[in-house]
């Protein structure tokens, strides 16, 4: 994957991006005009001195700002953004010292760069997030892209420099590895548990039945009949759950004939009206096909137990590196991940191949869910 995916973040919420993009804009007008005047000030009396508390208080004003932006944005955009580590200096060291060092430090002029480029941005969203109060289908699809777009401004400026986001890389990797094996595991007890308690259960009945019709074989023939039976519906009762089992682990029909077949296979079983359109060519690697497909068949499945919707959506497509799934429900909304349900399931599952769900379920509706799944490792 690409550097520009290494801490990679969901969408934000359609409100909180609104707010974020409503409320920034006075601050950004606010941090342009003093960063700006402080600066030409500064320059232009450094010569008889003045200017140098000036560039200093304007050079502190910079990193307080850029220290807010992270927690800002980390709050309403959901960006990791982590408290920077800066330069330090030495206790009792001069102000022009100090000043120096700070300018030496990487990370304020990239909070300058930041918070320059945040102004421009802030009079074009504040107008796209006034549009959104009124205009739904925006609030919904492209405020929160735009907020995205932003939150991956903010992580390349804002964020951890390259080496601590390849520290945070791999924590990112191990703890979805962790969750992938725990998500295995659960699997294969399932597995078990079905194969224990199902085939199992009629194969030893079919075994006993044609047991017991062997001792009576000669003596009572209608009994013999009757168990032979018995048996015979109990194998195709082990055969039937066998293939459920089977199909549960990986489906022929996705081997065979790939996710468009597959997903509409799911929704012609689903109780409720359900669109699908998919469009991943060229075909995705099998562990990719895999997920998407069990993420919307448990995702269908939770739709009609619990939203209320009386219609779904699944729209399926591929970028160059990610196969994206996007399930969306007319219900009454306030799906959100907990620990231990089904949507954190879906998460877990995703995890497995470093994928990631994004939930966006206001009360009232519509839902979507949405998962990023890449296709290389």
Known sequence: MT??????????????????MIVSFFFRILQFVLIVTGIAVGVSTAVIWIGFPILLATTSFVRWSGD????????????????????????????????????SDATTWRDLAYLMAAFPLACLEVGIALASIVLLPMAIWV????????????LALLGPDRTKRL????????????????????????IERDLHDGAQQRLVAVAMSLGRAKSKFDQDPESVRELIDEAHADAKLA???????????????????????????????????????????????????TTAYFIVGETLTNIAKHSG?????????????HVVV????????????????????????????????????????????????????
């Open 3 to 20: 550097e520009a995916r290494e801490l990679d973040h969901p969408r934000p919420h359609p409100a909180r991006t609104i707010l974020y």
């Open 68 to 103: 807010r932006e992270r927690g800002w944005a980390g709050q309403m955009l959901r960006v990791p953004l982590p408290p920077v580590q800066r330069r330090p200096y030495e206790e009792g060291q001069p102000l022009l010292r100090r000043w120096m060092v700070r300018l």
């Open 143 to 154: 405020t929160p892209w735009l907020g995205w777009l932003h939150g991956e401004l903010a």
């Open 167 to 190: 520290e945070q890389k791999a924590e990112r990797l191990q703890a979805s590895r962790a969750r992938g094996v725990d998500a295995a595991e659960a699997e294969r007890r399932r």
């Open 239 to 289: 055969v039937s759950e066998l293939r459920d089992l089977a199909r549960g682990i990986y489906p022929a029909v996705l081997g065979d004939r790939g996710l468009d077949a597959a997903l509409s296979a799911q929704a012609a079983k689903s109780p409720i009206p359900v669109d699908v359109r998919v469009d991943v060519e060229p075909r995705p690697p099998a562990a990719v096909e």
């Open 309 to 321: 919707a009386s219609e779904a959506g699944v729209k399926v497509w591929r970028t160059d590196d």
């Open 326 to 377: 996007e399930i969306t429900d007319n219900g009454h909304g306030g799906a959100e991940v907990r620990p231990g349900g089904g949507l954190a399931g879906l998460a877990d599952r995703a995890a497995t191949i470093d994928g990631v769900i994004t939930v966006v379920s206001p009360v009232g509706g519509p839902t979507v869910i949405r998962a990023d799944l890449p296709c290389q490792w």
